[in-house]
T-cell receptor
Framework: AQSVTQLDSQVPVFEEAPVELRCNYS??????LFWYVQYPNQGLQLLLK??????LVESINGFEAEFNKSQTSFHLRKPSVHISDTAEYFC???????????FGKGTRLHILP | GAVVSQHPSRVICKSGTSVKIECRSL??????MFWYRQFPKQSLMLMAT?????????EQGVEKDKFLINHASLTLSTLTVTSAHPEDSSFYIC?????????FGQGTRLTVV
């Protein structure tokens, strides 16, 4: 079975500063990896995904994540955060495109003015 | 992109009553849908996999007689919380996969009083 670990439950960062949200996974087979964002009292929105190919994936709002197979990681980064990035971020993994997705515990990104 | 609609967004019910939550895929057919439960400031916990035309698959520890799932068509899955109690109060989210991506409903905030 696969699992996802997000070591940081909360990350405070000043506006316009860079941020990294850490994610490590465990699986005995090949995986597909995702980052989802959840704004208060809303469902989840896909931020970016790694399925195959280039290990560096980007989102339209400046986030990027790099799949590192040797370190079993999929850390999320943004070079300069905005107040609107305040949300809960979930790393997730699946081993089959139509199978259930397993989520990490989430990291709350708190932007300081 | 694909849209998953969940209804209602909020519901308050009396202890002992039942509540039905609907999850619809609006512009695609979903043979499989997933139901998650999210406690405050925690991650999503997969409750069950809803399979169109057959019985749902429940995760370990989830009471199938309490959380009834029906997936009668390719665009609709329902979750009924039977004989609800205050400890069932939570945020319930559904999702459906299409292609390479999972789409989530907006979530339902259930409060049992």
């Amino acid at each position: 079975a696969q699992s996802v670990t997000q070591l940081d439950s909360q990350v405070p960062v000043f506006e316009e500063a860079p941020v990294e949200l850490r994610c490590n996974y465990s699986s005995s087979v090949s995986v597909y990896l995702f980052w989802y964002v959840q704004y208060p009292n809303q469902g989840l929105q896909l931020l970016l995904k790694y399925l195959s190919g280039s290990t560096l994936v980007e989102s339209i709002n400046g986030f990027e994540a790099e799949f590192n197979k040797s370190q079993t990681s999929f850390h999320l980064r943004k070079p300069s955060v905005h107040i609107s990035d305040t949300a809960e971020y979930f790393c997730a993994v699946t081993t089959n495109r139509d199978d259930k997705i397993i989520f990490g515990k989430g990291t709350r990104l708190h932007i300081l003015p | 992109g694909a849209v998953v609609s969940q209804h209602p967004s909020r519901v308050i019910c009396k202890s002992g009553t039942s509540v039905k939550i609907e999850c619809r895929s609006l512009d695609f057919q979903a043979t499989t849908m997933f139901w998650y439960r999210q406690f405050p400031k925690q991650s999503l916990m997969l409750m069950a996999t809803s399979n169109e035309g057959s019985k749902a698959t429940y995760e370990q520890g989830v009471e199938k007689d309490k959380f009834l799932i029906n997936h009668a068509s390719l665009t609709l899955s329902t979750l009924t919380v039977t004989s609800a109690h205050p400890e069932d109060s939570s945020f319930y989210i559904c999702s459906a996969n299409t292609g390479l991506e999972a789409f989530f409903g907006q979530g339902t905030r259930l409060t049992v009083v």
